[in-house]
């Protein structure tokens, strides 16, 4: 393919105003300064215009009397030429089918692996769906299996609630007697004195089961609690002495260097039993002290009244 004149020799773009470009002596094309490899020095000499701008091939192919020196003394210099690997990076025919071609083959190979990764991402998502499957699957299971061990642990729970030892009497009580015998009635004529009342052997014995059973459950009771309580005709009634009833109170905002034996000093001095007993309250603020005091329930009243347990001082109870 032959080059334009309008276009750059080397790159094969086209030519601006813009650019500055030089123009070939000889064959009258024009290549783009900044595709040319020279000093700045050659550059500035060939656009002034000082030696002119030949090629390679404008030097392989100038006649010999060219190169013969001026007669007007001017001074003879070779000219600068292009050099051979920037003659081989202009467009040569044929290298556009050559270029055509290779880009087929990328575009060919290119193909070829998008459609071998389809095939690898189509197998994945396969894959992914059957793991998510098996997954939910197992998942459900597990829950399942767990609902099952709650219900078990829970049955367990309620079956270790229930009391394991039990009374006899009451799982296991007395048989009742059976009846006693009846004696025939007579079919022949009427019955007789001897028929009506049987010998005393073959009577049974007249035991009261009701009483029986009922000093068997009295015995047994008695056994399980031995005192009697609620007697009232017994001097052995068991009781438990009660604890005085107290009242406490919180004081706070009082000094730091207040301790829990001053405030024990200063209650015990209006309440008349001797009963305070205080508890320093522990904080992370050291600017005052919290106390928890307590009283009988007779002295809480003295000591709720503030004016009379610390008239002047600047702690308060609440």
Same mark, same amino acid.
């Given at each position: ?12 773009? $086209? ?18 300064? $900044? ?13 002034? *215009? ?51 071609? *290779?880009?087929?083959? %990328? %575009? %060919? ?27 939910? $699957? ?50 022949? *004529? ?26 068997? %459950? ?94 002047? *001082? ?5």
């Amino acid at each position: 393919m032959v080059a334009d004149k309008n276009t750059c020799v080397v790159c094969s773009r $086209k030519l601006t105003s813009r650019q500055q470009s030089l123009k070939r002596s000889h064959c009258g094309k024009r290549v783009h300064c $900044k595709c040319i490899t020279w000093s700045e020095e050659e550059l500035q000499l060939l656009l002034c *215009g000082e030696i002119p701008f030949t090629c390679y091939l404008c030097e392989k192919q100038r006649p010999p009397t060219e190169d013969v020196a001026p007669a007007d003394g001017a001074i003879s210099a070779a000219p600068p030429r292009l050099s051979r690997d920037e003659e081989s990076r202009a467009p040569q025919p044929g290298d556009l089918e050559n270029r055509l071609c *290779g880009l087929r083959e %990328l %575009l %060919l190979n290119a193909l070829q692996g998008i459609s071998l990764l389809t095939d690898e991402v189509n197998a994945l998502r396969q894959e992914n769906a059957r793991l998510h499957k098996e997954t939910v $699957k197992n998942s459900n299971m597990q829950a399942a299996a767990i609902t099952s061990l709650q219900g078990n642990v829970h049955a367990l729970r309620l079956e270790l609630g229930k009391p394991k030892h039990r009374r006899t009497s009451f799982f296991n009580p007395r048989p009742s007697p059976p009846p006693p015998p009846q004696p025939r009635a007579s079919t022949q *004529g009427q019955p007789t004195s001897e028929s009506a009342s049987p010998p005393a052997s073959l009577l049974p014995a007249t035991t009261n089961w009701a009483s029986s059973s009922q000093e068997h %459950l009295g015995d047994t009771r008695r056994r399980v609690r031995d005192v009697a309580v609620g007697a009232n005709n017994t001097s052995d009634i068991l009781s438990v002495p009660r604890r005085p009833l107290k009242k406490a109170l919180f004081v706070s905002r009082s000094h730091p260097d207040t301790s829990a034996a001053d405030v024990t000093k200063l209650v015990n001095s209006v309440v008349t039993d001797n009963s305070a007993e205080c508890t320093q309250l522990k904080s992370k603020y050291t600017s005052y002290a919290s106390f928890h005091v307590s009283v009988s329930a007779e002295s809480f009243a003295v000591v709720n009244d503030a004016t009379m347990v610390a008239p002047r *001082g600047p702690s308060t109870p609440h």
